[in-house]
């Protein structure tokens, strides 16, 4: 038998119980009606027996609209990463313009994309880098060049334009720059410094380098781009509150120069990088006794070869790899922490990597005295010798060492005779593997999920915090995810159409195409289909809150977790043969899109994929949505606040207007107590 809904743990409010009180027992059908939006309620009509109840407009959600440009495959959609803002890169009579949310900018005659979308790419490393090991199925988003750039927040855009033999550099609609047209190469980038854009960087390739502009102010010199040498990452660096800029510029032909904030430093130094509050630059400079590291010009301390140094993410604490010569005038490298040696880094090879956990507490190197003997060493310890450390993993997860984000744990995956191991502070697990798929901690660190194949078996064991809770035929990790709170976790098996979903180590009789947490990691919402009888829906903490003839491909929870929104392909009500998008906010229609090739182009663009964070269907503020959609001759921008509905009254009217007997699965317990 179907759970029964708790009231409790899902408050109805005043017109939720009225909306029940009312409909008793018999089947009501919910009327959308589709029209023109502005700013408006969307009423629901329940329609019982021969007479009809509307419920008050206050209990509907409410939809403000915005046109953000003409629905044309010609026109050129961006949208920001945050913040739900659009921009338009349209024509308009024979020249073009670029409308953000509405608003038109100047008439140009043409606008060039940025050959790259950033100056500094050491933040996006960074990001990509850390995604792998807790994000889960929401990785980070992908960058992908688009000729507007917008800020972090969303709250600023920038755009290289034409006019006649002049490049226009114009920022928020107006103008910072101009360049002619021929000077130089076509090679432009663009990047907005801080979370909130408080510099715009902007960058003009030539012969010797790049020219660099701040705020439309040019910097002296030329700096090159790319990395990998002894020099590092040549490229700016921008310090993390974004407020301070530092490169190394060629001058003249026979002169360098470290230039900070666009002025010369008075000093000199390679592989740059600003400490975590912002307030310190560090760099390698030429000193009598070989190298030195120098902050703000002051030099900490000095070898005979500084191969590389580690800020911590949080403290001002250094790591620092020097090379060492033995008696028999072979070299190898060790650690310098804080400027004291750790002895147990010394290696006859090399170190291939320094980490500082995220609270700056604790410090591991990974070391190598030979192609095949390797081995980390964690605060000052070492562990054991393997052939291999780390490696890439091409199932969605990490098999490189790492620290857990609560900073308690470190992990790494390590091969020896043949077999692969997970270590977990520097003890092996007693499984051996063929090949491990990769490993990821939950959000608070509290957890940690790996799965691998053991004999060469088909099905390989999905491990969760040392327990092998099942076993599944080709695991892909990219389809597991902890709640944000750690509390519960989720995995996708593989199907055609949807596989086999687990939650929390026990199987739903569902094939799932998606599943999202909600913030507070109380509720699941699962798409797909019930196998029993191949119902397409939407099951909320096992409650099926939607069915149609196809399930939902985007959902949300808002931030408050109060809310759930998905969007779905539907029939139109009123044109044969024609489907919409249609978006609903706890179960009631309240946006639609046409169903034409523009729809994905604006929803998920180049770079994306329904299981990021995409900025065409975000969830915004507390409890609110943004969404774009094509609608006629125009893309507009749906800006939707829940009302008095929650997901209580989803639940609730799912389950008096489309009663089934097999409507509600059995959700584990553990997620029905929340």
Not at 436 to 452: E, H, I, M, N, P
Not at 530 to 552: F, I, S
């Amino acid at each position: 038998m179907a759970p029964s809904l708790r009231l409790d743990r899902y408050p109805l409010g005043v017109v939720g119980h009225l909306a029940l009180a009312a409909l008793g027992s018999r089947s009501p059908s919910f009327i959308f009606k589709k029209g023109p939006m502005k700013s408006h309620l969307v009423p629901v009509v329940l329609l019982v027996g021969s007479g009809a109840i509307s419920l008050p407009l206050s209990a509907a959600p409410t939809v403000d609209e915005l046109v953000v440009g003409p629905a044309s495959t010609e026109v050129q959609y961006v949208l920001s990463d945050r913040g739900g803002h659009a921009a338009a890169v349209t024509r308009k009579g024979s020249r073009m313009t670029v409308v953000v949310d509405g608003v038109a900018g100047p008439k140009v005659d043409g606008v060039s994309p940025p050959s790259l979308p950033w100056i500094d790419p050491r933040p996006i490393q960074a990001t990509i880098g850390a995604a792998n090991i807790a994000a889960g199925r929401h990785a980070v988003d992908q960058q992908a060049v688009r000729p507007v750039t917008f800020s972090a927040d969303g709250k600023h855009f920038a755009y290289l334009a034409r006019q006649s033999q002049e490049w226009v550099l114009i920022e928020d609609n107006n103008e910072l720059l101009r360049l002619p047209v021929g000077q130089g190469s076509d090679d432009f980038r663009l990047q907005f410094a801080g979370a909130d854009g408080k510099h715009l960087l902007f960058a003009h390739g030539e012969y010797m380098g790049f020219n660099l502009w701040v705020d439309g102010k040019q910097w002296p010199g030329f700096f090159g781009s790319g990395g990998g040498g002894s020099e590092g990452t040549i490229d700016p660096i921008v310090s993390p509150d974004g407020e301070h800029v530092a490169y190394v510029a060629q001058i003249d032909r026979e002169k360098r120069a470290l230039i900070v904030d666009g002025r010369d430093a008075g000093y000199f130094g390679v592989n740059l990088s600003y400490t975590s509050d912002s307030r310190h630059l560090l760099c390698i400079a030429q000193s009598p006794k070989g190298m030195a590291l120098l902050m703000d010009g002051k030099v900490l301390f000095s070898g005979r070869q500084l191969i590389s140094y580690t800020v911590a993410p949080v403290t001002n604490r250094i790591a620092a790899v020097l090379t060492h010569e033995f008696p028999d005038h072979t070299r190898g490298q060790f650690v310098l922490l804080d400027g004291k040696p750790v002895e147990a880094t010394l290696c006859k090879s090399s170190i291939t990597k320094v980490l500082f956990s995220p609270d700056g507490r604790h410090f591991a190197a990974q070391c190598s005295n030979a192609p095949n003997i390797n081995y980390i060493v964690t605060d000052g310890k070492k562990g054991q010798e393997y052939d291999i450390i780390g490696g890439p993993s091409v199932c969605g997860g990490s098999n490189d060492f790492a620290f857990s984000p609560d900073s308690g744990r470190s992990v790494y995956v390590a091969r020896a005779s043949g077999k692969y191991f997970v270590v977990i502070n520097g003890e092996e697990t007693d499984d051996a593997f063929d090949s491990v798929l990769g490993f990821r901690f939950s959000a608070d660190g509290k957890r940690l999920a790996y799965a691998g194949v053991q004999n060469n078996q088909p099905k390989s064991p999905v491990i969760i915090d040392g327990k092998a809770e099942h076993f599944e035929r080709g695991i892909d990790f990219s389809q597991f995810d902890f709640s944000p709170d750690g509390s519960h976790y989720a995995y996708i098996g593989p199907g055609n159409y949807g596989g086999a979903i687990y939650v929390d180590g026990k199987a739903l009789p569902l094939a799932a195409t998606n599943f999202v947490f909600s913030p507070d990691g109380k509720h699941i919402a699962i798409t797909g289909y019930r196998v029993a009888d191949n119902v397409n829906g939407l099951w909320l903490d096992g409650e099926m809150v939607y069915r149609g003839e196809r399930h939902p491909d985007f959902l949300t929870f808002s931030a408050d977790s109060q809310h759930l929104y998905w969007k779905v392909l539907e029939a139109n009500p009123t044109k044969s043969g024609y489907f919409d998008q249609v978006t609903y906010a706890d179960g009631k229609a309240v946006a639609r899109g046409d169903n034409v090739g523009l729809y994905g182009a604006v929803t998920v663009p180049v770079g994306y994929s329904p299981y990021t964070v995409h900025p065409g269907w975000q969830a915004v503020g507390d409890s609110g949505l943004v969404c774009f959609a094509p609608v006629d001759d125009t893309v507009k921008r749906y800006t939707i606040a829940p009302g008095d509905t929650n997901l209580g009254t989803a639940v609730a009217a799912a389950q008096v207007v489309s009663p089934h007997p097999a409507a509600a699965i059995a959700a584990p317990n553990a997620m029905r107590e929340k």
